[in-house]
């Protein structure tokens, strides 16, 4: 069962980090294209089918199954000290989340305030926080 859930969580996590990397790439171009526009519109539309159809079902999926696969190894995992720093980091992955549906909703109300340039570089951000995630699962250095 457990190569099960483990599989999975591993699915779930990679459909969420593909909308978590494309959903800030959107924001630049949304970022630069008019208020009203065609163009503006469709960004809408696709940021939104995005969020609410890939990237949130694709987070509640990672976390039920990481959550899963916590009961299925036992209490005796928070021993080790790489799952609390992966947990902090899937904690703040998924405070980002929050973050970029936070976004999303300004630039549905035409509300949005920031530049090209900041989503630029915070489409870093996920990258950066699954990398750490990554070593921890897989180096476990503690």
Same mark, same amino acid.
């Given at each position: 069962?457990?190569?099960?859930?483990?599989?999975?969580?591993?699915?779930?996590?990679?459909?969420?980090?593909?909308?978590?990397?494309?959903?800030?790439?959107?924001?630049?171009?949304?970022?630069?294209? !008019?208020?009203?526009?065609?163009?503006?519109? @469709?960004?809408?539309?696709? !940021?939104?089918?995005?969020?609410?159809?890939?990237? @949130?079902?694709?987070? %509640?999926?990672?976390?039920?199954?990481?959550?899963?696969?916590?009961?299925?190894?036992?209490?005796?995992?928070?021993?080790?000290?790489?799952?609390?720093?992966?947990?902090?980091?899937?904690?703040?992955?998924?405070?980002?989340?929050?973050?970029?549906?936070? @976004?999303?909703?300004?630039?549905?109300?035409?509300?949005?305030?920031? !530049?090209?340039?900041?989503?630029?570089?915070?489409? !870093?951000?996920? @990258? %950066?926080?699954?990398?750490?995630? %990554?070593?921890?699962?897989?180096?476990?250095?503690?």
């Amino acid at each position: 069962m457990l190569e099960w859930v483990k599989a999975l969580h591993v699915i779930s996590v990679i459909a969420w980090m593909a909308g978590m990397l494309y959903l800030p790439r959107l924001f630049v171009y949304h970022a630069d294209a !008019e208020i009203g526009s065609v163009q503006s519109e @469709t960004f809408k539309v696709m !940021e939104r089918r995005l969020y609410r159809a890939i990237t @949130t079902p694709a987070m %509640v999926a990672t976390w039920l199954f990481g959550l899963w696969m916590i009961h299925l190894y036992g209490m005796g995992l928070f021993a080790m000290g790489w799952i609390w720093v992966k947990l902090g980091f899937v904690v703040a992955l998924s405070g980002f989340h929050g973050f970029l549906g936070r @976004t999303l909703k300004a630039f549905a109300k035409d509300e949005n305030k920031r !530049e090209a340039k900041f989503y630029r570089a915070i489409n !870093e951000v996920p @990258t %950066v926080i699954m990398i750490v995630i %990554v070593i921890m699962v897989i180096v476990k250095p503690f």
